[in-house]
């Protein structure tokens, strides 16, 4: 089942701020994880993943952080601009050979211009 | 970028009728996954579609619902007899083919249900 939670409801950062955005899992087997960006009346907007067997991987202004120890899960985004604002969900796959994918409450980030 | 369409963008249905959500994933896609967000929620699992059969599904996932892939393209959900309780968003998404590949999810079609 999910064990994907633990978020922050809001998030504010001014213009220009890096945002970290936090999320823990409970289940050690789990072994994908995928950052999902939201915006008002879309779906769920792939934005970074990272095997079990990373700690860190990087995209264009995105970083996720994955340390096993804690089962913690963060996004970080460089420079963040008001387009940025959307609600953010990390999800995972709770075991190898699994299809499915369950997600997080979300963290809703506003950026201040 | 090929993506997942879905249509309608909105449906409104009243209580006990039958309503059919359509889904084109993306074309090399193997994997097929319903999901639903109620207004302000999380997103959810309904059920996952692997090689013309259902691979899981959730306890949301009762008789009620059923999903089907008709021809080559297209990906539905049915509900037979809608409730209130079944307005909500709509996700349809697909996959390619190995387990670290990210699900591309659709736009989503709003269901009300009244």
């Known amino acids: 089942g999910e064990s994907v939670g633990l978020h922050l409801p809001t998030l504010s950062v001014q213009e220009g701020d890096n945002s970290i955005i936090n999320c823990a899992y409970s289940?050690?087997?789990?072994?994908?994880f995928i950052w999902y960006k939201q915006e008002s009346g879309k779906g769920p907007q792939f934005i970074i993943d990272?095997?079990?067997?990373?700690d860190k991987r990087q995209g264009q202004r995105v970083t996720v952080l994955l340390n096993k120890t804690v089962k913690h899960l963060s996004l970080q985004i460089a420079a963040t601009q008001p387009g940025d604002s959307a609600v953010y969900f990390c999800?995972?796959?709770?075991?190898?050979?699994?299809?499915?994918?369950?997600f997080g409450t979300g963290t809703r980030l506003t950026v201040i211009p | 970028e090929p993506e997942v369409t879905q249509t309608p963008s909105h449906q409104v249905t009243q209580m006990g009728q039958e309503v059919i959500l359509r889904c084109v994933p993306i074309?090399?896609?193997?994997?097929f996954y319903w999901y639903r967000q109620i207004l302000g929620q999380k997103v959810e699992f309904l059920v996952s579609?692997?090689?013309?059969?259902?691979?899981?599904k959730s306890e949301i996932f009762d008789d009620q619902f059923s999903v089907e892939r008709p021809d080559g393209s297209n990906f539905t959900l049915k509900i037979r007899s809608t409730k209130l309780e079944d307005s909500a968003m709509y996700f349809c998404?697909?996959?390619?083919?190995?387990?670290?590949?990210?699900?591309?999810f659709g736009n989503g079609t709003r269901l009300t249900v009244t």
């Open positions: 998404a697909s996959r390619g083919q190995g387990g670290g590949s990210p699900l591309h």
């Open positions: 289940n050690s087997a789990s072994d994908y």
């Open positions: 990272i095997r079990s067997n990373m």
């Open positions: 999800a995972e796959i709770p075991r190898t050979g699994a299809n499915n994918l369950f």
């Open positions: 074309s090399n896609h193997l994997y």
């Open positions: 579609f692997y090689n013309n059969e259902i691979s899981e």
